[in-house]
């Protein structure tokens, strides 16, 4: 049974910068695509960003490109979310998932989830 942590989360002004991390343990975690996702209070959870297995392919949601990063490092079994500029409107739980079916823009896809980190952008 996969596990994911994700930490990394804090409060931060607008137009700083933030790195969260997701640590895999319990499977080979190559095997898995790795999303990120947010949930923002009284809203449901939104994709925010995918990397397959490799980290050979990623994608981006329209509200993040540009400004975040996924990568990956399959030795030490972390995905990470690197967030620059960020905007007040980027307050949100965020997730770290993982599938072993591809990746998806769907929050249904995903099988695995971290517990969730806030993550506040205000000054």
């Known amino acids: 049974q996969l596990q994911l942590v994700e930490s990394g989360g804090g409060l931060v002004q607008p137009g700083g910068s933030l790195r969260l991390s997701c640590a895999a343990s319990g499977g080979t975690f190559s095997n898995y695509a790795a999303g990120w996702f947010r949930q923002a209070p009284g809203k449901e959870r939104l994709f925010v960003a995918f990397?397959?297995?490799?980290?050979?392919?990623?994608d981006y949601a329209d509200a993040v490109k540009d400004r975040f990063t996924i990568s990956r490092d399959n030795d030490k079994n972390t995905v990470n979310l690197q967030m620059n500029h960020l905007k007040p409107e980027d307050t949100a739980v965020y997730y770290c998932a993982a599938s072993a079916r591809g990746v998806s823009y769907s929050v249904r896809a995903y099988e695995y989830w971290g517990q969730g980190i806030q993550v506040t952008v205000s000054s």
């Open positions: 990397s397959m297995t490799n980290g050979g392919a990623t």
